[in-house]
C-alpha cells in the first residue's frame, strides 16, 4: 500500500525515482508524486492525481527535473481523497523539506490541533502533511535533519516508512520506519530507499531492511544508521536473489498472467529441497521444531487474510484429514479483536504472501503476547511478519506484482500440503502414503503446464460469461475454498458479484437465485464426494442454470449438463486444489482483460494491505 522510492548519488534522480514508483504502483495507484534538489538548492515537487502516467505526463522537461536527490511516492489514499493536494510529496510550512510517507499517523488530529496553534497552516487533508510540519517544528538551527526525524517519530502514534530531504542539504536524505516497510539499497557511490526491493534490484541487489524505529541518515559517501535513542545500529547487508526478469512482465500482456503461468515453477520452488524420498515423509527446516516438538502439536490456528485465508482453508482440510490434528482458521482482522482462546501446546501460524498486511501482523502480536509459538508462512524475505515470526516457512514464490494473488496462493498451498504430511507421517500416515504423495506432488508441476495448453479454450469460455453481473462458484470439501478463491478472483478485477459455496449448502438458499443469468461455475472431480456433486450440479440444470463444469480428463457424465467442461489431469484428493484452482484463474483474468479491465490494478485495491 503506497510506494516510496528515494534516490540519492551522482545521477540524474528523476528518471530513477519514476520508474522506481511505476514498478510499485501494484501497491497504490490513485496519485503520485516526487520531489528533487536542483543544483541551486530548489526544491522542486510535482504531483498528479490518477495514475503514474499522468504525472510523467505532467513533467517538464529533462533540464526542469534534474537533481542528484529525489523522493517518490505512488499512493493508495487513506486520509483524504486522492486528489493532487493529497498526494506525497508534502511540504512543511516554508517549503524546505519534504516527505514521503507509507503507513497511517494515527494521534495526527491531536498534533495537527498543537501545529495549528503554533501557527502551522496545512493543505492537503492528509495524515502525512502534519508529520512534515513536526518535522519543521523541530528542525532549528542547530538541530540536524536526522534529530528533528527522530524526534518527531517519538512523538508519533501508528506507522510510516518516510523518506525526507531539505533543500538546505542537497546532499541528504533520511528515512525511518515503525511498521511500514522500508529498505535501504546501496549502490557505487549511489543509495537508494525504497519500501520494496521490486524498485531497486535493476540498481542495486545489495540492502538493508531497516528494523522498527530505526532512522538512516544518507550521505553521498556513506550512511548511518540510529535509533530513536541516538544509539549507533550496525545493520547487515543482505544480498537480494531475485531475477531482474522477476518483475518485468516478458511477453505476457499482464503480471496476472504471467504469474498464472509460472505456476509449474513457483510450485515446484515450494517444495524443492524439502521432500525426503528416502524417508517418504517432508521436511519443514524453517519449523526449527524438532520432532518430539512437533509430536507434541495438539492444535493448529491459521490466520490470514484474502486468498491467504482461503489458503488457510485447504491447509485446515488436508492437515485435519492427514494428520488429524484440529486446526481452527481465523480471519486476522477478527482473531485480535475476539479475545482468542489458544489452549496449550497450539501451534499457531500466521499465513501472508506480502509479509506486510496489518491484520495479520496485529494477529501475530496477539498470539505472541498470549504466550504462542508463531510460525510466518510467507513469500517475502526481510518482511515484518518473518521477522516477527519465532521461525516460519517461505513459500519462494518470487516476485508477484499482479495485485489479485495467484501464483502465491498455489504456493501456500503447497507449504501447508507438505506441513500435513510431515506432521501425518508423526502420527500415522504410512510410508506408502508418503511415498505415493511425494511421486504424486512431483507430478504436479507438468499437469499444471497441461492445464495452461487451455488458455484459449478457457478465453472462449470467459466470452461466454463476461457480460453476466453475477457468478455462483460450487465445490465441495477440499474443493470448496477453491470455489471461494475462484469467486474472489473474479469480483476483485471483473467486478462481477461473485460468491462460492459448499455445493450441497445451494439448496438451503442460493438455489433461489438459479435461472439462465447465473452462470454456476462447479468444481466436480473424480473422488469420494463425486456423485454427490453431480446430484447437486443437477438442481442447477433443471433450473435453467448455466454450467461451466471443471471435471478430471475422461469424465463423460459432466457433458451432459454442462455448458462448457474444462477437463484437468487426476491427481490425489489432497493435491486437487493446486490443479483446480488455476482454471478458475484463468478465467478470471480472462474475463477482466475481455472487458477491457486494468487487471494488473483493479478499482480500490492494493497489493499489500498495511492499514487495519
Ligand atoms: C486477493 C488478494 C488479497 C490478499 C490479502 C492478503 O487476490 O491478493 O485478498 O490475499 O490482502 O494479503 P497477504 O497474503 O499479502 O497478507
Known amino acids: 500500500m503506497c510506494g516510496i522510492v528515494g534516490y540519492l548519488g551522482n545521477r540524474n ?77 508534502h511540504t512543511d510550512s516554508q517549503k524546505r523539506i519534504a516527505l514521503v510517507h507509507n503507513g497511517i499517523i494515527e494521534n495526527y488530529q491531536l498534533l495537527r490541533k498543537k501545529l495549528e496553534e503554533e501557527g502551522h497552516s496545512f493543505e492537503s487533508e492528509t495524515d502525512t502533511e502534519i508529520l512534515v510540519h513536526l518535522i519543521e517544528h523541530f528542525c532549528l538551527e542547530e538541530v540536524s535533519l536526522t534529530d528533528a526525524v527522530r524526534q ?19 546532499n541528504e536524505m533520511i528515512a525511518a520506519r515503525r511498521g511500514s516497510p522500508l529498505i535501504l539499497g546501496i549502490g557505487n557511490d549511489e543509495f537508494f530507499v525504497t519500501s ?57 500482456k ?57 489458503a488457510a482453508l485447504i491447509g ?4 485435519e484429514s492427514r494428520a488429524r490434528i484440529p486446526v481452527e482458521v481465523e480471519y486476522a482482522s477478527e482473531y485480535r479483536y475476539k479475545n482468542p482462546i489458544i489452549p496449550e501446546n497450539t501451534l499457531v501460524f500466521v499465513i501472508s504472501q506480502s509479509g506486510e498486511t496489518a491484520d495479520t501482523l496485529a494477529a501475530l502480536r496477539e498470539a505472541q503476547a498470549r504466550g504462542a509459538t508463531v510460525m510466518g508462512i510467507t513469500n517475502t524475505v526481510g518482511s515484518t511478519i518473518a521477522r516477527e515470526s ?10 508477484e506484482i499482479g495485485v489479485a494473488s495467484t501464483k502465491a496462493f498455489t504456493s501456500q ?17 504410512s510410508p506408502t502414503y508418503g511415498a505415493t504423495f511425494i511421486k504424486e506432488l512431483r507430478s504436479i508441476p507438468g499437469k499444471i503446464e497441461k492445464i495452461l495448453e487451455m488458455n484459449d479454450l478457457i478465453r472462449e469460455i470467459a466470452e461466454s460469461i463476461k457480460d453476466y453481473t453475477n457468478a455462483l462458484y460450487l465445490g465441495r470439501g477440499v474443493n470448496f475454498p477453491v470455489a471461494l478463491e475462484g469467486a474472489l478472483k473474479l469480483k476483485e478485477i471483473s467486478y462481477i458479484h461473485a460468491e462460492g459455496y459448499p455445493a450441497a449448502e445451494m439448496k ?90 486494468d487487471v494488473d490494478k483493479p478499482r480500490n485495491l492494493a497489493k499489500s494491505v498495511t492499514v487495519e
Not at 40 to 65: H, M, Q, Y
Not at 152 to 158: D, F, I, P, Q, S
Not at 413 to 429: D, F, K, P, Y
Open 13 to 89: 534522480a528523476t528518471p530513477i525515482i519514476l520508474e522506481g514508483i511505476k514498478r510499485l504502483e501494484y501497491r497504490g495507484y490513485d496519485s503520485s508524486g516526487l520531489a528533487i534538489i536542483d543544483g541551486n538548492k530548489n526544491l522542486k515537487i510535482f504531483k498528479e492525481s490518477g495514475k503514474i502516467v499522468e504525472l510523467e505526463r505532467a513533467l517538464p522537461g529533462p533540464d526542469e527535473t534534474y537533481g542528484t536527490i529525489g523522493i517518490a511516492h505512488t499512493r493508495w489514499a487513506t486520509h483524504g481523497e486522492p486528489t493532487k493536494i493529497n498526494a506525497h510529496p
Open 508 to 597: 438451503h438458499g442460493p438455489i433461489a437465485l438459479i435461472d439462465e443469468n447465473m452462470p454456476v461455475i462447479a468444481i466436480a472431480l473424480k473422488d469420494a464426494i463425486y456423485d454427490k456433486i453431480i446430484s447437486n450440479l443437477q438442481e442447477v440444470k433443471a433450473r435453467n442454470g448455466k454450467i461451466i463444469t471443471i471435471a478430471t480428463e475422461g469424465d463423460k457424465v459432466v457433458k451432459k449438463f454442462s455448458e462448457h467442461v474444462i477437463y484437468i489431469p487426476e491427481t490425489m484428493h489432497i493435491l486437487q486444489p493446486l490443479l483446480s484452482v488455476i482454471p478458475l484463474q484463468l478465467l478470471s483474468y480472462h474475463v477482466a482483460d475481455l472487458k477491457g479491465l
Open 390 to 399: 519465532d521461525a516460519g516457512v517461505y513459500i519462494h514464490a518470487g516476485a
Open 152 to 170: 518527531a517519530c517519538k512523538l508519533v502514534e501508528g506507522t510510516f516508512g518516510i523518506a525526507v530531504i531539505n533543500r538546505d542539504n542537497p
Open 196 to 252: 520494496d526491493v521490486s524498485a531497486i534490484i535493476i540498481h542495486t541487489k545489495r540492502v538493508i531492511y531497516l528494523q522498527d524505529n530505526e532512522i538512516v541518515t544518507i550521505h553521498r559517501d556513506g550512511f548511518e544508521i540510529t535509533n530513536l535513542e541516538n544509539e549507533r545500529i550496525d545493520a547487515k547487508i543482505s544480498e537480494v536473489d531475485w531475477d531482474v526478469s522477476s518483475i518485468e512482465k516478458g511477453n505476457f
Open 316 to 319: 485446515k482440510h488436508i492437515i
Open 413 to 429: 498451498v503447497t507449504v501447508l500440503t507438505l506441513l500435513a504430511i510431515l506432521l501425518g507421517r508423526m502420527n500415522h500416515l
Open 254 to 310: 499482464h503480471f496476472m498472467l504471467k504469474e498464472i503461468f509460472e505456476q509449474p515453477i513457483s510450485v515446484q520452488n515450494a517444495f524443492r529441497g524439502r521432500l525426503m524420498e528416502k524417508l517418504s515423509t517432508v521436511r519443514l527446516g524453517g519449523l526449527m521444531m524438532n520432532g518430539n516438538e512437533l509430536k507434541k502439536i495438539k492444535k493448529i490456528q491459521i490466520i490470514g487474510c484474502g486468498t491467504s485465508w482461503h
